[in-house]
């Protein structure tokens, strides 16, 4: 394709199939929401053997403990860090969701999206595929973890 011998080619897009997903955390970020002005959690998706990428949200209002409960139960590891505030260590976590495809053909998320852990044992191992533009390797969750209070003995360390 040059410039000025452009040719219209309509995007191709890639079957995607509703259902129940193991995937992985790519991302997952605290912010506010801009329709209620809510602290809301955003996190990121990878869905098993796809290179899509998925946002799922989780709003502080009446339902929080509940959404936020279910998420954890689908994503055991993470109920040591489960605080809200440390989400950036999150990346890695796997577990697993229910996800339906949109009109245009996207995923996103089922209105309850979270599959418990012992229910997605049966589920096929998780199948890491990357994107041409971000690294080859999947993400490892990382051990986040607290520094203890320690008495200042009123050295400097170096």
């Not at 796809?50 to 954890?72: C, G, H, P, R």
């Not at 949109?102 to 979270?114: I, L, M, R, S, V």
Request: some cysteine; aromatic content about 14%.
């Amino acid at each position: 394709m040059s410039w000025s011998n452009y040719t219209y080619k309509p995007q191709e897009h890639i079957e995607r199939e509703p259902g129940n997903y193991r995937c992985i955390i790519l991302k997952a970020e605290a912010g506010v929401s801009k329709t209620s002005g809510k602290n809301m959690l955003t996190i990121y998706l990878r869905p098993s053997g796809t290179a899509s990428t998925v946002k799922a949200y989780i709003v502080d209002n009446d339902w929080f403990d509940s959404n936020f409960s279910s998420f954890l139960d689908a994503f055991p590891a993470l109920k040591a860090n489960s605080n809200p505030e440390n989400c950036f260590a999150w990346r890695g976590a796997l577990g697993a969701v229910k996800l339906k495809v949109n009109d245009d053909g996207y995923f996103e998320t089922a209105k309850y999206p979270w599959i418990p852990a012992e229910k997605a044992e049966k589920y096929p191992e998780f199948v890491w595929k990357a994107r041409e533009d971000e690294a080859q390797d999947m993400p490892v969750l990382q051990e986040f973890t607290e520094l203890a209070d320690e008495e200042d003995d009123g050295e400097i360390p170096f």
